[in-house]
């Protein structure tokens, strides 16, 4: 079992930048792969990020490539999600997910086991 909490979230302006992070349960955290998520009110989920279990293979959406880094810490058993140059559309709730049966890592939703709870990111204009 694996409990993921999330944190970093609140309200920006556009054009400011905001960290998040999310702290993961368990000693296998350094064998999964993580991702980051967003939804936004009356759309789908969507991918943002993810990053393998070393940290050395690392994806992005479109939308946020060049103004958002994903990044882990295996020591402290916690992802991050740099968001540099926000705009108002990246204004969502941010989940970060666990993937234990893949070390390297995926871009698709449906194959991750584990969620956290969510933070808020508002960005105004």
């Known amino acids: 079992q694996v409990q993921l909490v999330e944190s970093g979230g609140g309200l920006v302006q556009a054009g400011g930048s905001l960290r998040l992070s999310c702290a993961a349960s368990g000693r296998t955290f350094s064998s999964y792969g993580m991702g980051w998520f967003r939804q936004a009110p009356g759309k789908e989920r969507e991918f943002v990020a993810a990053i393998s279990s070393s940290g050395g293979i690392t994806y992005y959406a479109d939308s946020v490539k060049g103004r958002f880094t994903i990044s882990r810490d295996n020591a402290k058993n916690t992802v991050y999600l740099q968001m540099n140059s926000l705009k108002p559309e990246d204004t969502a709730i941010y989940y970060c997910?666990?993937?234990?049966?893949?070390?390297?890592?995926?871009?698709?939703?449906?194959?991750?086991?584990?969620w956290g709870q969510g933070t808020q990111v508002t960005v105004s204009s």
């Open positions: 997910a666990a993937d234990p049966a893949r070390k390297y890592g995926t871009t698709n939703g449906f194959l991750y086991d584990y």
